[in-house]
């Protein structure tokens, strides 16, 4: 049987499945496999970039590198990385769909000074809408590694099939190229409250469904050790 070459991409993958959920230390080879369960898997390739504390007191990027660490333990997950930029941008607040105390996080104290300071700058302002300067980070690279290496590996015929995580239609040309090449591509939505990107559906060969239940039954080891001995513990956090 020839090999099933998997590609996740990783950011597109947790915000659509894993984002406020208990199912963050995922194993993926378990993921694929119960996906996948008359496949020879030959590759999964993971594709992330490192994320950046937002401020003190964030600890999201050594929760991230603890699950890269553990991640990287198997040999059949190849990691590719990307990169985050962040850039200062002026932003609208959404203050005709919600309260004040919805607007910031944490929340602004007390509640009634801080209505009238927005209710005044409200009154006083130029334009059509409040806007706030905003940290906006935005992920470089990944998608397009993920589909570099989706139409490398079928140009090598390295695989004779692909399966892709995601739910990004910027994806759809890649999918498009190495289905036109003879290689059938299947994809996974990893959102459960979003309809799968029509024009991925058209240009993939098929389409494989996730169940949320699946998650909790894929999950790594609380702790899992490397292949220098050393242990990798899942954060408290998750």
């Not at 993926?28 to 020879?40: G, I, K, S, T």
């Not at 060969?205 to 996730?210: A, D, M, P, Q, S």
């Not at 699946?214 to 999950?219: I, V």
Request: glycine share 8%; charged share 25%; hydrophobic share 35%.
């Amino acid at each position: 049987m020839a090999d099933t070459f998997v590609y996740i991409d990783g950011f597109n993958f947790y915000y659509g499945a894993l984002r406020g959920t208990s199912d963050k230390w995922l194993d993926y080879e378990a993921l694929v496999r119960l996906l996948l369960p008359n496949d020879q898997i030959g590759k999964i390739r993971y594709f992330t970039a490192n994320v950046k504390p937002l401020g003190p007191g964030d600890t999201s990027h050594q929760r991230q590198n603890a699950y890269l660490r553990a991640v990287a333990t198997n040999p059949l997950i190849e990691i590719t990385r990307g990169r985050f930029e962040y850039q200062t941008k002026w932003r609208a607040l959404a203050e005709i769909q919600h309260p004040i105390r919805d607007l910031f996080r944490p929340h602004l104290r007390p509640v009634f000074v801080a209505k009238s300071m927005f209710d005044r700058a409200g009154r006083r302002r130029t334009g059509h809408h409040t806007l706030a300067r905003v940290r906006v980070p935005e992920e470089k690279g990944t998608d397009v590694s993920l589909g570099a290496y989706l139409v490398y590996d079928a140009l090598k015929g390295n695989c004779s099939k692909a399966v892709v995580l995601t739910n990004d239609s910027d994806l759809k040309d890649a999918i498009s190229l190495v289905v036109s090449g003879g290689v059938p591509v299947g994809i996974v939505n990893p959102h459960h409250r979003q309809s799968t990107s029509t024009v991925l559906r058209k240009a993939a060969t098929f389409e494989i469904r996730l169940r949320p239940t699946t998650l909790s039954n894929c999950q790594l080891p609380n702790t899992v050790v490397d292949g220098r001995g050393r242990q990798i513990h899942k954060p408290k956090e998750w």
